[in-house]
């Protein structure tokens, strides 16, 4: 099984700043990595996919990157919308594995 | 809109079984398959599996390899999730997904039905 490492595991940011968040897979999944962002009470909402392509509706401020085993999130601007948890998520491999989340908070 | 919504929240006893059930809409039921997707109270998501509503045919996370089922109806366009033998650890949000053509990335959500495992 492949291991998703995120980090760190609360990021806090203020409003306007950057914010960027980190996945490790435990071996390469290539492209194959989801971003989804999770509010409290809320199903998990897609955010990137095929680690850099932005879901339908996902504002321009959200980008992805990396392949293999080494992943970024970075939220260019923050918005007040955007404090929640985020989680990667491989689709590589069997079973599919979802990292343990980065809370992004207001500092 | 395509949306997938579930039935309402379960209070079992340890030891029982649970099914939950996933209704699509605003697509074709059977052209996406349909993932399950577990939440235990302040963790992480953990995949279960799939069901592709087409032919029916599943595959299992080895953990749940054992205990889950999933089934579909499509006539109701109406995926089903069952869990036997349950412990106070299978307590959780349950979510079904179903993801994007050509990846397993999941843009379409249920709304999650929680389950609440007691003695």
């Known amino acids: 099984e492949i291991v998703m490492t995120q980090s760190p595991a609360t990021l806090s940011v203020s409003p306007g700043e950057r914010a960027t968040l980190s996945c490790r897979a435990s071996?390469?999944?290539?492209?194959?990595l989801a971003w989804y962002q999770q509010k409290p009470g809320q199903a998990p909402r897609l955010l990137m996919y095929d680690a850099s392509i932005r879901a339908t509706g996902i504002p321009a401020r959200f980008s992805g990157s990396g392949s293999g085993t080494e992943f970024t999130l970075t939220i260019s601007i923050l918005q007040s919308e955007d404090f929640a948890v985020y989680y990667c998520?491989?689709?590589?491999?069997?079973?599919?594995?979802f990292g343990q989340g980065t809370k992004v908070e207001i500092k | 809109q395509m949306q997938l919504v579930q039935s309402g929240a379960e209070l079992k006893k340890t030891g029982s079984s649970v099914k939950v059930s996933c209704k699509a809409s605003?697509?074709?039921?059977?052209?996406?398959?349909v993932h399950w997707v577990r939440q235990a109270p302040g963790q992480a998501l953990e995949w279960m599996g799939w069901i592709t509503p087409f032919n029916g045919n599943t595959n299992y996370a080895q953990k749940f390899q054992d205990r889950v089922s999933f089934t579909r109806d499509s006539s109701l366009s109406t995926a089903y999730m069952e869990l036997s033998s349950l412990r106070s650890e299978d307590t959780g949000m349950y979510y079904c997904a179903t993801p994007i053509d050509a990846t397993d990335a999941f843009d379409i959500w249920g709304q999650g039905t929680m389950v609440t495992v007691s003695s």
């Open positions: 071996q390469s999944v290539g492209s194959n």
């Open positions: 998520q491989q689709y590589n491999n069997w079973p599919r594995t």
């Open positions: 605003g697509y074709s039921f059977t052209y996406r398959y």
